[in-house]
């Protein structure tokens, strides 16, 4: 997408600058708020209302409020059936990288780690072998740059790097995460993204959270959950961070973040898992967007995280999990023969609320393509 001229350094943060239908899915139905607004859905799963954010678009809150209160909500008919291959220009280009950051795990992590529930501890060599494997496929299997950050004992929340980092073209914001135990983690972050000469914005509002698993990026726009881990401001600033794109907030109730349940699949696929949550917060995302989307429900929240990146030598590649960790789900990933399809094994960090997306933070750099 073309960038705009010079932007506004967004209130809250520090900008810092460097020297179409997929087969095996089915369409959302359309939504019903315009693009490029900030949206917010109420906390308590209602009607979707709209809340403005400094940046103009293609109707003002007003003209979007009365035709909300006009048209009746029901789905638009589907669209006839397209192949990725037909997909547009913009939507094309949308996985496409050549980078991505990653962490190795501390063993501070097996005892020390947060956790949404109590369970059984972690297998830390079970948990390195999981993760080589992980980082392997990224390096040799698919050719990426992988950047490797080290451990960092004092921070056993380390490995899990999308928290602490939102990057979408030349842009990256650095979050505040949501626990104060793993705001130092973004140090190390900064320094990575920094030698990629990207635009870096840092997330300075005291009153502000943010963490990266609460952020879904479609390609077309951002849904932000707003979970005991990310609030509104922090929504706000990831809005005014990323002006070229509409910014909704879904409430998550019952998981860790946004994608606990849910995640791209493919461009313009959305893929979520079948709980009353995900599906309930899928429903406000179809309320909000004004986008059509295809989705792809899987039997297990879980395995609705998955990794989908658009990789020139390769086509369009998923990484999902093993058939041994969620056999049924992994049936449904399977009707994707437009995908080369990778199962990882995520057992271990599963047990501390990890998902497979939470491990890596992939950057575009357009020059080294």
Known sequence: MARSGRRRQPMGARRRRPHGNVPGGEPMGRGRAAGGAFCSASAG??????????????????????????????????????????????????????????????????????????????DFARAEREHQL??????????????????????????????????????????RPGAPSRRKEVEAMKRVLESLNLNIVEMVDENATLDGGDVLFTGREFFVGLSKRTNQRGAEILADTFKDYAVSTVP???????????????????????????????????????HRYDKLTVPDDAAANCIYL????????????????????????????????????????????????????????????
């Open 45 to 122: 799963g209602g009607r979707a209302s709209l809340a403005p954010l400094r940046r103009p678009r293609r109707a003002s809150l007003a003209s979007l409020s009365a035709a909300l209160a006009a048209r009746p909500s029901r789905p638009s008919p589907p669209s006839p059936p397209r192949s990725m291959a037909g997909l547009g220009g913009g939507l094309a280009a949308f996985g496409r990288c050549t980078h991505a950051v990653v962490r190795a795990l501390p063993e501070s992590l097996c005892r020390q780690a947060l956790r949404s529930v109590a369970g059984p501890e972690v």
């Open 134 to 175: 992980y980082v392997g496929v990224l390096r040799g299997k698919l050719g990426l740059q992988v950047l490797e950050l080290p451990a960092d004992e004092s921070l056993p929340d380390c490995v899990f790097v999308e928290d602490v980092a939102v990057v979408c073209e030349e842009t990256a914001l650095l979050t």
């Open 252 to 290: 998550v109730h019952d998981s860790l973040h946004l994608k606990s349940f849910c995640s791209m699949a493919g461009p313009n696929l959305i893929a979520i898992g079948s709980s009353e949550a995900a599906q309930k917060a899928l429903k406000t995302m179809q309320q909000m967007s004004d």
């Open 310 to 369: 658009n990789i020139p030598s390769k086509g369009h590649v998923l990484l999902h999990r093993a058939p041994e960790e969620y056999p049924e789900s992994a049936k449904v990933f399977e009707k994707l023969k437009d995908h080369m399809l990778i199962p990882i094994a995520n057992t271990e960090l599963e047990k501390i609320d990890g998902s497979l997306t939470c491990c890596s933070v992939f950057i575009n750099k357009a020059s080294e393509l």
